[in-house]
């Protein structure tokens, strides 16, 4: 091979530290995309600028994470060591220490986030197919005669259901239907025993519940197989599933929601106390209705007594009465007839105001007056005329230049009959013709 000459050697491209974290850096950010990771966190930090730095760690490895302030001011629970955690991230590079690091956008609790999206999820799909929609829920009977419970037998929730059953409507009869509120297999037969007592019909009401607990333990009541069987149950139904707090997709779909199973004990049943008052009050106001109305009868029945009179009496009253009709008559019939009299003179007299011959007249004397007016009028505008006429002749004369003339003033012209006004128009020698009042004369300028 040829050797190189120790004067040429090749350039060789050379980075600064710097320069090749920077490549780095580009090079993660711009080819790995967002990622989820799950791990538990060790390491935790919190400075004054508000940023968290912490490490993310399994069994086996660790990787450095950064989660800044405007994104972790969005997270609902506060990390710590030990925490497990499940988190969306980006991958990059710490350009001042050359550490690879994960820039954390989003972080949630682990397993509890994974059940709460599955949830949401479920919710979402439900609600499109109308499944909670209100107009299709069913109301509740005042009074159920016969209550379902869907429950557990050894929580403490069906002995409170009972309690206050008891207590406020004793008369109601109650039905247990057994069954397990969590662990597997507890979705499936709560729906079955929904959908068996829905298809007996021996119940007014159902409820269906549990106490409170983790979001794991009531999972049951968010199952889809539990939704369905309550929003397809005929008859009416409660859900009270855990505390008041707690939201599952089984409220949703119920026709009814209440915060905890003694509430849909309360709203399920009438409170037999109010109810024997309501009954005493109501009997109250239909016996002094009663005593009213028989005293309002009995005021009746005596003055219908104080209006029954002898026949004579009524006799002579109706005489009396036709009496007095008649004179009515007899006055309202010589009323109308001087009535008819002033209306027919006044028929007369307007007949004769339209006489033909008086219509003639008239207009004679219409036409008499209204030459005798045009006479005088075109009198009178002849004169205001010839008045008029003389004033401006006097103006015209005023103005006239004979009259000028008449006082002793002349008309010089040229030879070309112009009119002389200046003196500097005139020549020596210049023959001019001054026209005076009685006649002109000619002459010859010196």
Same mark, same amino acid.
């Given at each position: 091979?040829?050797?190189?000459?120790?004067?040429?050697?090749?350039?060789?491209?050379?980075?600064?530290?710097?320069?090749?974290?920077?490549?780095?850096?580009?090079?993660?950010?711009?080819?790995?995309?967002?990622?989820?990771?799950?791990?538990?966190?060790?390491?935790?930090?919190?400075?004054?600028?508000?940023?968290?730095?912490?490490?993310?760690?399994?069994?086996?490895?660790?990787?450095?994470?950064?989660?800044?302030?405007?994104?972790?001011?969005?997270?609902?629970?506060?990390?710590?060591?030990?925490?497990?955690?499940?988190?969306?991230?980006?991958?990059?590079?710490?350009?001042?220490?050359?550490?690879?690091?994960?820039?954390?956008?989003?972080?949630?609790?682990?397993?509890?986030?994974?059940?709460?999206?599955?949830?949401?999820?479920?919710?979402?799909?439900?609600?499109?197919?109308?499944?909670?929609?209100?107009?299709?829920?069913?109301?509740?009977?005042?009074?159920?005669?016969?209550?379902?419970?869907?429950?557990?037998?050894?929580?403490?929730?069906?002995?409170?259901?009972?309690?206050?059953?008891?207590?406020?409507?004793?008369?109601?009869?109650?039905?247990?239907?057994?069954?397990?509120?969590?662990?597997?297999?507890?979705?499936?037969?709560?729906?079955?025993?929904?959908?068996?007592?829905?298809?007996?019909?021996?119940?007014?009401?159902?409820?269906?519940?549990?106490?409170?607990?983790?979001?794991?333990?009531?999972?049951?009541?968010?199952?889809?197989?539990?939704?369905?069987?309550?929003?397809?149950?005929?008859?009416?139904?409660?859900?009270?599933?855990?505390?008041?707090?707690?939201?599952?997709?089984?409220?949703?779909?119920?026709?009814?929601?209440?915060?905890?199973?003694?509430?849909?004990?309360?709203?399920?049943?009438?409170?037999?106390?109010?109810?024997?008052?309501?009954?005493?009050?109501?009997?109250?106001?239909?016996?002094?209705?009663?005593?009213?109305?028989?005293?309002?009868?009995?005021?009746?029945?005596?003055?219908?007594?104080?209006?029954? %009179? *002898?026949?004579?009496?009524?006799? $002579?009253? #109706?005489? &009396? !009465?036709?009496?007095?009709?008649? /004179?009515?008559? =007899?006055?309202?019939?010589?009323?109308?007839?001087?009535?008819?009299?002033?209306?027919?003179?006044?028929?007369?007299?307007?007949?004769?105001?339209?006489?033909?011959?008086?219509?003639?007249?008239?207009? %004679? *004397?219409?036409?008499?007056?209204? $030459?005798? #007016?045009? &006479? !005088?009028?075109?009198?009178?505008? /002849?004169?205001? =005329?010839?008045?008029?006429?003389?004033?401006?002749?006097?103006?015209?004369?005023?103005?006239?230049?004979?009259?000028?003339?008449?006082?002793?003033?002349?008309?010089?012209?040229?030879?070309?009959?112009?009119?002389?006004?200046?003196?500097?128009?005139?020549?020596?020698? &210049? !023959?001019?013709?001054?026209?005076?009042?009685?006649?002109?004369?000619?002459?010859?300028?010196?």
């Amino acid at each position: 091979m040829p050797s190189t000459p120790p004067n040429s050697a090749p350039k060789r491209s050379v980075l600064s530290v710097s320069d090749l974290n920077r490549e780095v850096k580009h090079l993660l950010e711009s080819s790995v995309p967002l990622l989820w990771v799950s791990g538990e966190i060790s390491n935790f930090a919190t400075p004054s600028s508000g940023h968290w730095y912490f490490t993310l760690k399994d069994a086996r490895a660790q990787v450095r994470c950064a989660m800044f302030r405007g994104r972790n001011s969005s997270v609902r629970f506060r990390p710590g060591n030990g925490r497990e955690v499940l988190i969306r991230a980006r991958v990059s590079l710490y350009e001042g220490r050359g550490e690879y690091q994960l820039i954390v956008e989003h972080m949630e609790e682990a397993g509890f986030g994974a059940l709460m999206r599955q949830l949401e999820a479920l919710k979402a799909r439900l609600q499109a197919e109308g499944l909670f929609d209100p107009a299709r829920k069913k109301p509740l009977p005042y009074l159920p005669a016969n209550i379902g419970i869907v429950t557990s037998p050894t929580g403490a929730a069906v002995r409170d259901m009972i309690q206050v059953l008891g207590r406020r409507f004793p008369a109601a009869e109650i039905e247990l239907w057994p069954v397990p509120v969590q662990g597997q297999g507890a979705a499936e037969q709560i729906a079955a025993a929904i959908r068996r007592a829905g298809q007996l019909g021996r119940h007014d009401l159902l409820i269906v519940g549990r106490g409170g607990g983790s979001l794991e333990d009531l999972w049951p009541f968010n199952e889809e197989i539990v939704a369905r069987a309550l929003a397809e149950c005929p008859t009416p139904t409660i859900s009270a599933v855990g505390h008041e707090t707690d939201t599952t997709i089984a409220d949703l779909a119920a026709d009814l929601r209440a915060p905890t199973p003694s509430a849909a004990a309360e709203i399920a049943s009438a409170n037999a106390a109010e109810l024997l008052q309501t009954f005493r009050e109501t009997g109250l106001r239909l016996q002094r209705a009663m005593q009213l109305q028989l005293r309002h009868l009995h005021q009746q029945v005596r003055l219908t007594g104080n209006r029954i %009179r *002898h026949p004579r009496e009524q006799l $002579q009253n #109706r005489a &009396q !009465r036709l009496d007095h009709l008649e /004179l009515r008559l =007899r006055g309202a019939i010589r009323q109308q007839l001087q009535s008819r009299r002033r209306e027919l003179l006044l028929a007369s007299n307007a007949f004769d105001h339209c006489h033909p011959q008086r219509q003639l007249d008239n207009r %004679r *004397h219409q036409l008499s007056s209204a $030459q005798e #007016r045009l &006479q !005088r009028a075109i009198t009178q505008r /002849l004169q205001r =005329r010839e008045d008029r006429l003389g004033h401006l002749v006097q103006l015209l004369h005023n103005v006239s230049p004979l009259a000028v003339l008449q006082r002793g003033y002349a008309i010089v012209r040229d030879d070309q009959q112009r009119v002389i006004k200046e003196a500097t128009a005139l020549r020596s020698g &210049q !023959r001019v013709t001054a026209q005076l009042a009685d006649g002109e004369f000619s002459a010859i300028v010196e």
